[in-house]
């Protein structure tokens, strides 16, 4: 696609829903799975967009939740899922699902919380808890689109084992900065973070607002509000914080 | 269920629009608040999707399922602005 004229937004209307094959899931922490999914006819998609999941029990009752898509617009489609205790979707898809079964989707959808190489940086991704997913698209997309924007990542998690991707993010390197921050429980030497994300620690963290940065913040709703709020406040564009608030109990 | 964001309707919003509708500007009817959907409140715990204002949280959309189609009530948008030639959310 790339080189091409013709602009990605430009496609034939609404997507329908059509059943994709699990062909792989990876535990990422003890209540998060990664599902890579084979959708035959995937359009392709955008680093931050979303796929809308259905399930339909036997008596016609059905539930749709929507997921951020984990994978670079080039790369094999796949959600993070996390366990909500009192989910409707997310127990089934993080428990029983295997490869091999068949699984009732929609998508890419969304268009707002979506970066793509040509909108630079530099960039501040910001996580809180499952938050992380459409993040480390959006690092992946960086990577294998050859980008050398600079990134800063400030992730925040309440415990170390909850945190999601840990050796693909412990990894990164050229110009990808990864802050940790861990706000119940640290382990044993812990070199990171050990508070809230708040003002303070934006200050502190991330790019000054004169490098005219790019932010993405994506957790719980408090969460959200509270960096959004900060990132401005530091003098933060207000049309540069893009965010995106979901429903999982997995605090910051 | 937690308030959301309008990125979490995006499915149903192109169902509905037939485009990618989150990065569309509303102007809310009762304060005058613009701001594109995808930051807009989203409620799905009761009867329907309601889309409300951050500002003020006045209902901007709602839309339910009544007998296999969907009811859509825009009164809380005084005004919607789109991006041009932003159709489907896929890629060309």
Request: hydrophobic share 40%; with cysteine.
């Amino acid at each position: 696609m790339e080189g091409t004229a013709v602009p990605r937004r430009l496609s034939s209307g609404p997507r329908p829903w059509e059943v994709a094959t699990v062909t792989a899931v990876t535990r990422e922490t003890p209540s998060v799975r990664t599902i890579a999914l084979a959708v035959p006819s995937w359009p392709g998609h955008r680093a931050g967009q979303h796929l809308d999941v259905r399930l339909t029990a036997e008596d016609g009752y059905s539930a749709e939740r929507s997921y951020s898509i984990a994978a670079a617009a080039d790369d094999p489609v796949a959600i993070t899922v996390e366990r909500l205790d009192d989910g409707e979707v997310s127990p089934y898809l993080t428990e029983d699902l295997r490869v091999g079964d068949q699984l009732e989707i929609r998508g890419p959808v969304g268009g707002y919380f979506v970066w793509e190489t040509a909108d630079g940086g530099p960039l501040l991704l910001v996580a809180g808890g499952s938050g992380i997913v459409p993040l480390r698209a959006i690092l992946r997309q960086r990577e294998d689109s050859g980008s050398e924007v600079p990134v800063k990542l400030l992730y925040s998690a309440r415990t170390l084992s909850e945190l999601i991707y840990r050796d693909e993010l412990d990894g990164q390197h050229d110009g990808v900065g990864i802050i940790y921050t861990l706000t119940r429980e640290q382990p044993a030497g812990w070199t990171g973070y050990a508070r809230r994300v708040d003002r303070a620690l934006l200050a502190e963290t991330a790019w000054p607002a004169g490098r005219n940065p790019l932010a993405f913040v994506c957790g719980p709703t408090s969460f959200v509000e509270t960096v959004a709020a900060g990132l401005v406040a530091l003098g933060y564009e207000p049309g540069r914080v893009k965010t995106e608030r979901f429903g999982g109990t997995g605090g910051p | 269920m937690d308030e959301l964001d309008g990125n979490g309707a995006a499915g149903l919003l192109q169902e509905v629009f037939g485009m990618e509708m989150t990065v569309a500007v509303a102007t809310c009817a009762s304060c005058g608040a613009v701001a594109p959907i995808g930051e807009s409140g989203l409620y799905t715990g009761g009867p329907g999707t309601v889309i409300r204002c951050r500002s003020c949280d006045g209902v901007l959309v709602v839309i339910t399922q009544v007998r296999g189609i969907h009811c859509v009530d825009l009164m809380g948008i005084r005004q919607l602005d789109m991006p041009l030639g932003n159709m489907a959310a896929g890629r060309a």
